[in-house]
């Protein structure tokens, strides 16, 4: 059964500050892994999906890269800022079912 | 397109009672999801549908969950009768997808109380 790990579960960090949140999953065989973004009270957004063939993928600040033989994501965001504080989810989707499994999901506060 | 809606997006009932939750997806989308947010256990998948047809249902609880989309552009998630653990927040979720996994757009989410 996949299990998927983000840590820290909260990070407080000032604006403008370059930051990394991380994600672990444990079986390698994944089909593609998305990260996402949750404001309080809503749903989420899809940032960024990569698929299992991918090293990495960038959409504006935000860069994700994927190392599936370690069983580790990363999502880097450049130069953050007060709109950035939200909650980021990974989801990992296997290759047999397809279904995604989430993390628990880092709560990011950016300080103005 | 107006993305994936949800109604009600709030509901308050009593234990026992029947809940349904409702959701649109995006129009041409071939992938629908039902997923369930708590603080303890995180986000869930339920179910989801592929061409209307329910393909793994593994995630539901158990029988007083059921889920139902008669066509593509409508899907039911409906407990009967609620229990004050149902208490979550409930995400409809679509995709475009030729296959499994691709990007998933969620819509705002039911938020449910069960007393």
């Known amino acids: 059964k996949q299990e998927v790990t983000q840590i820290p579960a909260a990070l407080s960090v000032p604006e403008g500050e370059n930051l990394v949140l991380n994600c672990s999953f444990t079986d390698s065989a994944i089909y593609n892994l998305q990260w996402f973004r949750q404001d309080p009270g809503k749903g989420l957004t899809s940032l960024l999906l990569i698929q299992s063939s991918q090293r990495e993928q960038t959409s504006g600040r935000l860069n994700a890269s994927l190392d599936k033989s370690s069983g580790r994501s990363t999502l880097y965001i450049a130069a953050s800022q007060p709109g950035d504080s939200a909650t980021y989810l990974c989801?990992?989707?296997?290759?047999?079912?397809?279904?995604?499994?989430f993390g628990d999901g880092t709560t990011l506060t950016v300080k103005p | 397109d107006a993305g994936v809606i949800q109604s009600p997006r709030h509901e308050v009932t009593e234990m026992g009672q029947e809940v349904t939750l409702r959701c649109k997806p995006i129009?041409?989308?071939?992938?629908l999801f039902w997923y369930r947010q708590t603080m303890m256990r995180g986000l869930e998948l339920l179910i989801y549908?592929?061409?209307?047809?329910?393909?793994?249902d593994s995630g539901m609880p158990e029988d007083r969950f059921s889920a139902k989309m008669p066509n593509a552009s409508f899907s039911t998630l409906k407990i009967q009768p609620s229990e004050p653990r149902d208490s979550a927040v409930y995400f409809c979720a679509s995709s475009p997808g030729a296959w499994e996994g691709e990007t998933q757009y969620f819509g705002p989410g039911t938020r449910l109380l069960v007393l």
């Open positions: 129009s041409g989308h071939d992938y």
């Open positions: 989801a990992v989707a296997g290759t047999n079912a397809g279904k995604s499994t």
């Open positions: 549908f592929n061409n209307n047809v329910p393909i793994d």
